[in-house]
């Protein structure tokens, strides 16, 4: 058998293959985080930018390390408000990405049992709302869910309400839901689809011939197979909506909390760009290390 000869140009090619997508995380992840996290260790000032210490060349480096310091992340762990704002965010995050999943699974699934033909139609339907600015969809929701708007006028119509009555949904935690699930069902239903339709059909055939119940095959078959787009959908999902400010300033009320608001106030209103940035780092932190934890345990189990 003839050996195959190795290019000397192959070991460059693939060291550069690999560095590509290092050197993007470098500088549109790391970069952006290290100047975030300069930021949230210096203090407040009257300026533009307003905030100190600023890094003057490399003479200015010992001065700069002088003046950082932690009382910005200190302050967060004293004023509730921050607090209030992370645990509200996860709570809704969760229940929102739950939501998304009773909603998605039942539709990837249909996708995925649909026949063939069918297929790229269906995907497209899922993904045509992409084709709308989404500032413009959850505008459309404050005309149906406010309190003479669309929905309203329905319910009206069709007698489930009176002339006087109306839906009080604008601006409670309700509508931030609404609007929520709405928006990111695509990023929940595609992965799910992606991974139902690989799945072997000729196991829920052999359950069926074996007298496995329906309810029981899906259980022990389908759900199990499809946990890596059950995983990959819940994270694409729920990462983002922790920090979502859109749907939550737009639907929500004043009593809607979430970070993502909070640290709009703190960049735009109070001008506190440490503080903001404070927050946004430990945002981040709270975000990164489970799904650090997470592929950690996902390498020892494979």
């Avoid at 000397?8 to 997508?21: K, M, Q």
């Amino acid at each position: 058998m003839a050996e195959i000869s190795t290019s000397p140009h192959a070991g460059p090619a693939r060291w550069l293959v690999v560095a590509v997508p290092y050197v993007w995380l470098l500088l549109f992840f790391v970069a952006p985080f290290l100047i975030i996290l300069k930021i949230s260790l210096s203090d407040t000032a009257i300026a533009m930018p307003p905030y100190t210490p600023l890094l003057d060349g490399f003479g200015g480096i010992g001065d700069f390390l002088s003046q950082l310091d932690f009382e910005n992340y200190a302050f967060l762990t004293e004023d509730p408000l921050y607090i209030q704002s992370y645990l509200s965010s996860l709570r809704m995050a969760f229940i929102s990405t739950v939501l998304l999943l009773l909603i998605g699974y039942p539709m990837a699934l249909a996708m995925a049992r649909a026949p063939t033909r069918w297929r790229p139609t269906l995907v497209m339907m899922v993904i045509l709302p992409f084709w709308t600015s989404f500032l413009i969809r959850v505008y459309a929701w404050i005309g149906i869910l406010k309190p003479e708007g669309l929905l309203t006028v329905l319910l009206q119509a069709i007698g489930l309400m009176g002339p006087e009555e109306q839906v009080q949904i604008y601006r409670t935690d309700t509508a931030v839901f609404i609007g929520i699930v709405y928006s990111y069902l695509p990023f929940m239903v595609l992965p799910l689809y992606a991974a139902l339709e690989k799945m072997d059909g000729t196991l829920l055939e052999a359950a069926n011939d074996l007298g496995c119940p329906p309810l029981k095959a899906f259980w022990r078959i389908t759900f199990p197979l499809s946990l890596p787009g059950v995983i990959a959908g819940a994270m694409i999902c729920f990462i983002p909506i922790t920090g979502e400010f859109v749907i939550p300033d737009l639907l929500g009320g004043a009593e809607t909390l979430m970070i993502g608001k909070t640290l709009w106030t703190e960049f735009f209103g109070n001008r506190d760009w440490p503080l903001a940035s404070a927050v946004a780092v430990l945002l981040l932190l709270v975000l990164v290390v489970p799904i650090m934890i997470f592929q950690n345990q996902q390498q020892k189990v494979g």
